[in-house]
Every structure is written in structure tokens, then in C-alpha cells.
């Protein structure tokens, strides 16, 4: 019911304080579901005292009940348990504050926290949130990871040495969270958020060894996993070992079996790297080899009289065939490397070469003076000299029309 109140006429702080008390009172019994951060259990008293905790909003109520309640589930849980509880809230007027008073409490068992997971995961699955086709790609060589893992854990000295051991050069930008219990949650979102931020980074591994369903709640919180989906840059969740599966696997770009799994995933091995480049090298060699040899010996095949043996004697002319004759091996295994090099080159110098049985049976071969062969009588001008060359040597003609 409202009240009527004004700046002239405003209620008294413990007025407001017992409204508020008569209002609670009327909510009845609820059953409430978090999880216990602290547990006070004195000797002797008849009262238990806890607190409840909603990780996923970050707020808590204090619970009271009596010690044959708490007895009964006593072997059951403790602080970090998920529990539900059966209360009556209470307001305590003269100091303005709210709390249950607890006349059940029921421990939440593995199978009912993991049909829980399940219906949330369908339900993030159907808005698209583990679709493959939003997953990005990893950069091949990551000049700067994002690493968030709990403080000197085994996890954190496994993704650093691994990764460190594989590309020496690799960088980190490390930060330490609580990976289990009530603060999980929200610090893991606010490293991912603050290294998602930074241009630099290149990549963020999220890291955290095995441990048991309650302790690995935490990477299947919703608002972790929408806290990832948002992030721009490329995430590898590595939690727990083959068996775990938090939903932070699914909506993470990549994920890793053990966070050893995700520094060998991540980084690069600089001595594989070395030992691909030199295969792709030696095999582009022997491509280029094989593709001069077969240039080779189609060449000396086109050209037979400018083997060595058969050369046609230019008498010191420093003609095109002496020029190529005397720098060809006599066998393509003499000199492979620079023959082959040279292959083209060669054939290119003896363009106008004559092979020897032309040469004994009259004909000439006429160069310009850049030395190119006169194939075409349009290639030449009315009074440009040529040279010709013949068996047994060469002279100078000019054109007369």
C-alpha cells in the first residue's frame, strides 16, 4: 500500500524501517537458491549463521536457522556449496537490514546442477552463441597473449613455460583471478573485458587445472560465457582436463584439453617452423633443377652443333657459338648450378649461331649490329651494315635497297 508523505510532512527513518518490515512480512516462506561464503557454527549456541551468495549478480543475504536444521545436512555441505533453502525473510528494523530465516535446507546434488547446465546450454545454443560460423581464427604467430589463471598456479607455469619454450620471443599480458567459489565469476569477466580492451593483445587464454563440477562452475556461468561472445579478440578456453566440459568450451574460439595444450595450440614451434621452411626450400630447388634440366636438354636437342665437340671454329671472332660452346660443360653433372642458371642465357646468345652442316654448304647468317639475326627483310633499313657470318668467318655487307 502506498503512503502518502511531502516534503512537509516526511515519514521517520523508523517509520520507513517498520513499513518495510510490515511488507516483507506479508512475502511468506520462499525458497531461495546461492551458495554458502561463510558459516559461523559457535558451540554451544542453538543458532547457525550463514551467508548466501548469488554469484552471477554479485549479492548476498544473511540466513539464520536452527542447529538441528543445520545438523541434518551438516556431512552435506559447507562453505562453497550450492544449496537450497526453504525461509521466511525477516527485517530487522532497528537496524534497516533483511535477512532468512531458514527452517530447511537441501544441498543441490551433481545431477540436478548438471541437468541445470544442460537447459542453459540449449538455450544459449538456440541464440546462436555457439554457432561455429561466429568462431574466429587464431593468429598464426601472437606477438602479445592475454593469460588469465589463478595466482602461482599450475596452470599459469604450464601455458608460460610451454609457450616460452616453443617461440622464446612470444610475450604475456598475465592476469590473476580467483578461478573457483563466490568471486570466480566476476573477476574472470573483468580480466577478460580489460585484456579484450588492448589493441596489443593478440589472443586470451583462459586457464585453470581439473577439479570437480562446484569447482568448475564458475566457466559455465552465463555471464562469463556472454562476457566472451562479446569479446573481439580470438579466445582459447583451457579448463580443467579431456573429461571437464564447462560451457566456456563451447562459446571459446578454440579450445584446449589442458592449458599445456593451449600454449602448443597458440604459439608456434620455432624449430618446426625452421625444419618446414628448409623442406619448401629444398623442394622449390628441386623443382627449378628439374625444370632447367628438361630446358637443357630441349635446347641441345634444337641446337646439336653447339655441344662442345661440334662447335663451329669462329677463328677468334668472339662469335655468338664460341661465346656459348666455350662456357656449356661438356656434361650437365660438370657444373650443374651455373650451367643451368645460365641456360637460358646461352640460348638466348646464340641466336644467330650456324649450325656447322649449314655453314659447309654455303650458308650465311646476317646481324644486325645490336647482334640480333636478320630473320625478316623489314627488320632492316637501305644503307644499314650488317654483319655476315659464314664457315670460315665473317665480313661486312650494307644494304643497298
Known amino acids: 500500500m502506498a503512503v502518502n508523505t511531502s516534503p512537509e510532512s516526511p515519514l521517520p527513518v523508523g517509520e520507513v524501517s517498520r513499513l518495510i518490515g510490515g511488507w516483507i512480512d506479508r512475502l511468506g516462506a520462499v525458497w531461495v537458491e546461492g551458495q554458502i561464503t561463510q558459516l559461523s557454527r559457535r558451540p554451544g549456541a542453538g543458532v547457525v549463521f550463514l551467508t548466501l551468495r548469488d554469484p552471477s549478480y554479485d549479492i548476498s543475504v544473511s540466513v539464520t536457522c536452527y542447529r538441528q536444521v543445520f545438523d541434518a545436512v551438516a556431512d552435506l555441505v559447507g562453505e562453497g556449496a550450492r544449496v537450497v533453502v526453504h525461509a521466511k525473510p525477516e ?18 546434488g551433481v545431477g540436478e546442477l548438471l541437468a541445470r547446465l544442460e537447459q542453459l546450454k540449449k538455450a544459449l545454443a538456440r541464440e546462436g552463441l555457439f554457432a561455429p560460423e561466429r568462431k574466429k581464427p587464431l593468429p598464426f604467430l601472437p606477438h602479445l597473449v592475454g593469460l588469465v589463471c589463478g595466482r602461482a598456479s599450475a596452470a599459469e607455469r604450464d601455458v608460460l613455460e610451454n609457450a616460452r619454450h616453443r617461440w622464446p620471443a612470444v610475450r604475456f599480458e598475465v592476469r590473476n583471478v580467483a578461478v ?48 566472451v561472445a562479446a569479446c573481439r579478440t580470438p579466445v582459447v578456453s583451457a579448463i580443467g582436463h579431456e573429461p571437464d566440459n564447462p560451457l566456456l568450451d563451447h562459446v571459446a574460439d578454440l579450445r584446449a584439453s589442458t592449458p599445456t595444450d593451449a600454449a602448443k595450440k597458440v604459439v608456434p614451434d620455432v624449430g618446426e617452423e625452421y625444419e618446414r621452411v628448409r623442406l619448401l626450400r629444398d623442394r622449390a630447388r628441386r623443382c627449378v633443377e628439374a625444370f632447367l634440366e628438361r630446358e637443357e636438354r630441349a635446347w641441345r636437342t634444337r641446337w646439336p652443333a653447339l655441344d662442345r665437340g661440334s662447335a663451329p671454329d669462329d677463328r677468334g671472332t668472339g662469335g655468338a657459338g664460341d661465346r656459348a660452346a666455350g662456357a656449356l660443360p661438356a656434361h650437365p653433372a660438370a657444373s650443374p648450378g651455373p650451367c643451368r642458371l645460365r641456360a637460358d642465357a646461352h640460348a638466348r646468345a646464340c641466336g644467330g649461331a650456324l649450325p656447322r652442316r649449314d655453314a659447309q654448304a654455303g650458308y650465311a647468317v646476317l646481324q644486325r649490329a645490336d647482334g640480333h639475326a636478320v630473320r625478316d627483310p623489314g627488320e632492316v633499313t637501305a644503307g644499314e651494315a650488317l654483319r655476315a657470318r659464314v664457315a670460315e668467318g665473317e665480313f661486312s655487307v650494307r644494304v643497298d635497297a
Do not use: C, M
Not at 191 to 208: H, Q, T
Open 91 to 108: 527485517w530487522y528494523a532497528p537496524r534497516g537490514q533483511l535477512s532468512l530465516r531458514a527452517a530447511e535446507i537441501k544441498p543441490v
Open 180 to 227: 573457483q567459489g563466490v568471486h570466480a565469476v566476476p573477476q574472470v569477466v573483468q580480466a577478460v573485458k580489460e585484456l579484450d580492451a588492448i589493441d596489443d593483445v593478440d589472443v586470451i587464454i583462459v586457464a585453470r587445472g581439473g577439479g570437480s563440477v562446484e569447482d568448475l562452475l564458475p566457466f559455465s556461468d552465463e555471464q562469463l560465457v556472454r562476457a
